[in-house]
């Protein structure tokens, strides 16, 4: 085995810097590129990046998805002697990380990483890596410099672990998002509820994250972007052909792209706005009066769903007729929670759940923002049906 005596590194973005500079503190001789032209301070750059590939036993690429590493790669792709180790280190979908180790064939190593900034300084990232056996033994010294090497069969694979990992990161961002928009409605201090939360499931997180979890922060560096995240769900929820609720989770945070993802916790609740028409509808169900199902609904709305087996469409009026302009009997028992509200600029969905009586109802609106402002243009449920307490039943309206 031939250890690399020079090392190309292309892209000097968070993880490319960090990983030269780890690289060139250990000796190693680096050459560094990036798009920008930018120069982090501890490591040798070039302009030339064809110029540092010809030199180069392993060429380490650091970029930000496929795309970028397919340009880099057309663009210094004459200068790359054959046997010239591609190693990369950048999150990409599968299916381009398995057309890269076709057009590179046994030179090419992928290597998803695991961690971020403070690992790669630290030599404690995880390693994806796939390649040939011969290909993975001369760059096994390069990948052990910056943490620990486990194999995966190819190189697809390894990409498609790393968005699994990265998919479980961003549902974490988003529970604890949830954790501090709920502490904020208990009006609960942050530092303390921060304090709380690092004990918990969520600790590690927290513990690292804890500088921007008070919102953007003008002194912290940014370690792994929004935009980067966002990216990587985006080609998970791509390649898996299966919804991801944390995509659009977090690509409709009211971020900067660059923020940091942690940024992505501190989001506010939605607006109280969206809120007024399912408190509203909330208050027709209380009250039994329809007048507040007219605040809360368009004169459009049809509130449709299964009822004794057959569909219903109710046009509001028809639906308003049903209620008698006075509580339930069994009002007090009765509850209503709204479980979900996702806004996307001038539409958003809800769901509630409401408990009436021997009846469990999930309620799923579509709401809009007109003129007078938000309000319910359809609803949808579905009635679920426990079995019947003793004595007379109350009567039930969806
Ligand atoms: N940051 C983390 O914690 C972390 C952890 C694990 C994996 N990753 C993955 O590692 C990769 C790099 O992440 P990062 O955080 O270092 O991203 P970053 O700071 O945004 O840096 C991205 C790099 O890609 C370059 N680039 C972007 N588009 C390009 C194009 N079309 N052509 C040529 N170069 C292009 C940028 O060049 P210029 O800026 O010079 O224009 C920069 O060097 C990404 O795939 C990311 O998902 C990141």
Known sequence: MTEPHTIAVLGLGRMGEAIATRLTAQGRDVVGWTRSGRAPGAVQVTGDASGAVAKADL?????????????????????????????????????????????????????????????????????????????LERARPVLEALGTVRRVEDAPTAAALKLIANSSLAGAVLALRDSLRQADALGLPRDQVLDVLELGQLGGLVARKRPFLHGPSATATAEFTIGALAKDLALLAAASNTPLRSASGLADTPAAPEDDIAVAATAPAVEDAVLEPLRA??????????????????????????????????????????????????????????????????????????????????????????????????????????????????????
Request: glycine share 8%.
């Open 59 to 135: 060429v380490l690429l650091a970029l930000f998805d496929g795309p970028a590493c397919r340009q880099v790669l057309d663009d210094v792709g004459d200068s790359l002697r054959a046997d010239t180790i591609v190693l990369n280190t950048s999150t990409i979908a599968p299916a381009e990380a398995a057309g890269l180790a076709r057009r590179l064939g046994p030179s090419y190593v992928h290597a998803a990483v695991l961690g971020s900034v403070p690992a790669v300084a630290a030599g404690t990232l995880g390693i994806l890596a796939a390649a040939d056996q011969d290909a």
């Open 281 to 398: 509808y909330i208050r027709g169900h209380a009250t039994g009066d329809p007048a507040h199902f007219h605040d809360a609904f368009l004169p459009t709305a049809h509130i449709e769903g299964i009822r004794d087996g057959a569909f219903v469409s109710w046009p509001l009026d028809e639906y308003c007729a049903l209620f008698p302009g006075q509580p339930a009997p069994d009002e007090p028992t009765r509850s209503r929670r709204i479980d979900a509200v996702d806004v996307h600029g001038t539409v958003a969905t809800a769901t509630m759940t409401l408990r009436h009586g021997a009846d469990t109802f999930t309620d799923v609106f579509l709401l809009v923002r007109v003129d007078a402002g938000w309000r319910i243009a359809n609803k949808a449920y579905h009635r679920r049906a426990h079995p019947r307490p003793r004595g007379p039943r109350a009567v039930q309206s969806p």
